[in-house]
């Protein structure tokens, strides 16, 4: 389903409106809710909002779980890092504890080692069901999402639920949720916004399919809901 707004902010502002209805389902529900963050500059609007005043008090943080959906491998010190991102924007303004935040890098291991790892510290948290309460994604241009790029043999994984690879067009490792266990999420939200994003999203939601090329395409939720949030610049070609 795509829903199609005027600008950014109204598109943070929905985005900021769903996290909260879903943190307050899950908790009353199960008694915690678990998410996944996503980085690069897209969600930056939506955390602000989160950790405003308006915000960060309907949610009972102590019961929130966090995780995130790919990662550089980069010490969160390192300005690409996506959890640097994550803290400076809303982690470190909520009361969350830190034994329930995730980070997708740690020093000293490798970082296909630390996938198995962060596999099994998802498996803690969710059981083997493995399905999250919300899932944030961005889009690339390239019709990328998490670390799922065109051709890149991580795209026809079904086993892993976290890989870890070299992408040799950057230069540098990745970590990444595979499609299969996104796929397993109740809810998940995708922003794009910006005219550069409209022929990708074209592809994605009304051209044939062809993942390889388009790899937003995998993301096809097994029983849970799929919610594109994007501006009318990126909905242009649709």
């Known amino acids: 389903m795509i829903q199609i707004y005027n600008n950014t902010e109204e598109i943070n502002t929905a985005a900021a409106n769903l996290f909260v209805a879903a943190a307050q389902k899950a908790i009353a529900e199960k008694g915690k809710f678990t998410t996944v963050l996503t980085g690069g500059s897209s969600p930056a609007g939506i955390y602000k909002l ?99 790029f065109p051709g890149q043999t991580v795209l026809d994984e079904q086993n892993k639920w976290v890989a870890a690879y070299y992408l040799e067009p950057q230069k540098m490792h990745r970590i990444t949720l595979t499609a299969p266990l996104i796929n397993k999420a109740d809810k998940i939200i995708v922003i794009a916004f910006g005219e550069k994003k409209a022929p990708a999203l074209k592809e994605v939601t009304t051209g044939a399919y062809n993942p390889a090329t388009y790899p937003m395409q995998l993301i096809k939720p097994v029983t849970g809901e799929l919610l594109f949030l994007v501006d009318k610049s990126a909905a242009g070609m649709n």
């Open 50 to 148: 989160l950790a405003s005043d308006q915000y960060k008090n309907k949610i009972d943080w102590s019961n929130v779980f966090i995780f995130w959906g790919d990662e550089r491998w980069v010490p969160l010190t390192d300005d690409l890092s996506n959890a640097k991102m994550s803290y400076a924007t809303l982690l470190s303004h909520v009361p969350i504890p830190q034994d329930n935040i995730f980070e997708m890098y740690a020093a000293g291991v490798t970082p296909e080692d630390y996938a198995v790892s962060y596999e099994q510290s998802i498996k803690k948290v969710l059981g083997n069901e493995g399905k999250f309460d919300l899932i944030l994604l961005g889009m690339g241009d390239d019709g990328h999402t998490a670390s799922l």
